[in-house]
Each structure stands twice: as structure tokens, then as C-alpha cells.
């Protein structure tokens, strides 16, 4: 298995846990536009509370539900990462339009980390898993792109790329761990109450 | 192993303990839903005490709506006209208990809380629980203290100010905001908007759902 295959096998897998996890968020989100009586109860469990994280206007960025956006980009990192799997060679264009994207999911999901601790103080267990898959199909996309050169020469010749390479799996895990930590921090009453 | 990857599987590890320890914490925490209260049990007294604040007159029925509530909660603002229409299909008849509740993610919810027990101790309590629903959107949320606009409406509703600012500031005021919040951690409240039904916990999902158990409620007293 080459590289690049290894890294369909990724984002195949990631794309997918992505996408059932946004399609499980929209269908909650349905079900709660559906019954206008329903009221999602604010709870005094920070991180079993996503009746008030669904409506924020967070949770609406571009004027319909986030989940949407999922449910629409994780198909197309699906197929890359099977059409990958199947050893094709895809075109500079092409990665550099998925680098794009990636980061795009990315910054969207760091903004979302920060709003769902700090601004709406609550946690939804399914928002989770979308963040913790977004990451890594970032970072490794990132990182083939920086190796390969399709981002330029000095990607490929540069010695913190060679680095973070060789530390690559440190990586993946620090931001986990980072997020983690600030969890710990910012409910510390609920852990220890 | 290389280092790489021996610091890799470290972090790894720890990071697999601590979430699974976390999920074990949200796992005890979630499950127990408060648990009916019968009567003359120790809780029934928790769940409407002496000082409880009602709102409007007492009923003649006996039968009581308790109420543990946050002010900057949104599901408490939702349920909040449903409460209102149920005070005036059921006046004088059934007892409207409002117990304070306000949860510690939300930061002027204790704030809110006070304003409403200061306004109370002037007689003002149906006013300013009216205001702080109405005027939710514009304070809710947010991460600033807004003790200057609670204190405005306190003015509107023609308080007496010293009186209020006194209140508002005092360890008394905030104890008894305390005790209600007190009284439901230790009846299981897990979150708010949580209704008791002459002690049997409700979770309503309909308007219909409150009045038909407080019929029944009414029909077995």
C-alpha cells in the first residue's frame, strides 16, 4: 500500500464517521424543528446538553444548520479517499482544492471548539466526533500535500515538514489532548462537584 | 520502538484513559431522573418550602406546579407562556411554586435569580419574573455581568431602590438563592425547565401534557 493509499483508507474511514455523525445532528435538528412544543431542557450536565447548543445562532452559521455543511462535505472526502484507495493519481489541482477545503473544515471546527466552551459553555457529544475526525483528515492531508510538493517546493524541502513528519503521530494526538485539557478546565466543577 | 513512536503511544494512552475516565463521570452523572416525591415524606417538604415564592395567589386545591427554573435558560423562556397560560387556566385553584435554579453555566443566571428575589421582598416578584422572561434575549448569554440593566427594571417596576441595591448586594438574598438551588440538587433536578406535579417530576412536551396531569392530579385530591 502506498502512501497515498494509506491515506484514502483514512480519509475514507474519517470521512465516514464524519458523516454519520452530521447526519445524526441534522436529524435532531429536524426532529426539534419539527415539534415546536418540544422544549430541550437546559441541563445542569454541561456536556448532555445539545438542546442549547442546536439553538444558538453558532449552530446556524451561514444561515441554516451546520450539520448541513457536513453532510454535504464528508461524501466528497469519502469518494477522494476510496477513488485514492483504488490507486489514482490525482492532479496538483486537485489537492490543492481539497488543502483548501480541509482547512476551511478545519478553521470552521476550531471556531466551533472555542464557542461551544467558552460562549455557549455546553458540550454535544455528537459535535465531538465530528471535531475529532475533521483534525486528523486535515492535518494528514496538510502534511501529504507539504511532502509531495503540491503546495510548493519549499514544503518538500523544508526540515520541520521532514519533523513533523517523523513526530507525525505526536501531532495527531496533542490537539486531543490540548481540547481535552481545556474540557477538564472550563467544567472543572462538574468533574469534581 | 522509535522515540517518535514511543511518545506517540504515551500520549496515546493518555489520552484514551482520561476519556474514558470522563465518559465514565457523564455516565454516572446523566442517568438518575428525579424521583417522584410522595407526600409526607422529608422531600415533600423540600419541594415547597415556607418561604418558596408563589406566584399569584395560592390555590384552594392543594394541588401544587413546582417549578425549578433559570432565567437565562432558553427551554425555561419556552416553557415560560405555557406556565402563564396554565396560571390563568388554573387561578385559584392550583399553587405555582417558582423555585430559583439558576445553572452555573449560565452567567447572569444567579444575578437574574437575585433581582427577582430582591423584587419579591418588595411584593414585585410576578413583575420582574415577567420582565427577565421578556427580556431574555437581550441579556441571555452573554458573558458580562448586567446587574445595572436588572437593576433598571427594578426602577421601572417603581421599587424601592435602597431597598433593592441592599437586597440585591445581601448575603441573605443570595443564600436564599442558594437554598433553592440546595433543594433540587438534592431532589435529582438535572437541569432546567423541571416541573413537579403535586411531586410527581412531569416532563411535558405539550401544553396538553400539563394539563393532563394536573386534572389528575386535581380529580384525585
Known sequence: MTGDQRLGLGLAAGGGVGLVAAAVLLVERFRLADDPAYIPSCSVNPVLSCGSIMESWQAALLGFPNPVIGVAAFPVVITTGMALLSGAVLARWFWQGLQVGVLTGLALVGWLVFQSLYRIGALCPYCMVVWAVVWPIAWYVTLRNLRSGALGRWGAESPVVARAQEWHGLVTLLPYAAVMVAVLVRFWSFWTG | ?221
Open chain 2, 1 to 221: 520502538m522509535t522515540n517518535q513512536n514511543k511518545a506517540a503511544v504515551a500520549l496515546g494512552v493518555l489520552v484514551t484513559i482520561a476519556v474514558v475516565a470522563m465518559l465514565l463521570v457523564v455516565q454516572s452523572r446523566g442517568g438518575d431522573q428525579p424521583a417522584p416525591v410522595a407526600t409526607g415524606s422529608p422531600e415533600e417538604s423540600m419541594l415547597v418550602r415556607e418561604d418558596s415564592r408563589i406566584l399569584g395567589e395560592e390555590g384552594s386545591s392543594g394541588v401544587t406546579v413546582v417549578e425549578f427554573l433559570d432565567f437565562e435558560c432558553e427551554a425555561c423562556a419556552a416553557a415560560y407562556p405555557a406556565v402563564e397560560q396554565l396560571r390563568q387556566e388554573y387561578a385559584g385553584e392550583v399553587t405555582f411554586v417558582a423555585r430559583y435554579f439558576p445553572l452555573p453555566g449560565h452567567f447572569n443566571a444567579e444575578r437574574a435569580a437575585r433581582a427577582v428575589e430582591s423584587a419579591a421582598r418588595q411584593g414585585e416578584l410576578e413583575a420582574m419574573y415577567q420582565r427577565m422572561y421578556e427580556t431574555q434575549a437581550e441579556w441571555g448569554e452573554a458573558q458580562v455581568p448586567h446587574d445595572d440593566l436588572f437593576r433598571g427594571f427594578a426602577e421601572e417596576i417603581g421599587l424601592d431602590m435602597q431597598q433593592y441595591d441592599a437586597d440585591y448586594a445581601s448575603d441573605e438574598v443570595a443564600a436564599r438563592v442558594q437554598r433553592d438551588v440546595d433543594d433540587g440538587l438534592e431532589l435529582g433536578v438535572q437541569g432546567t425547565p423541571t416541573f413537579y406535579v403535586d411531586g410527581e417530576p412531569l416532563q411535558p412536551r405539550t401544553y396538553e401534557d400539563f394539563t393532563s396531569a394536573i386534572d389528575a392530579a386535581l380529580a384525585s385530591s
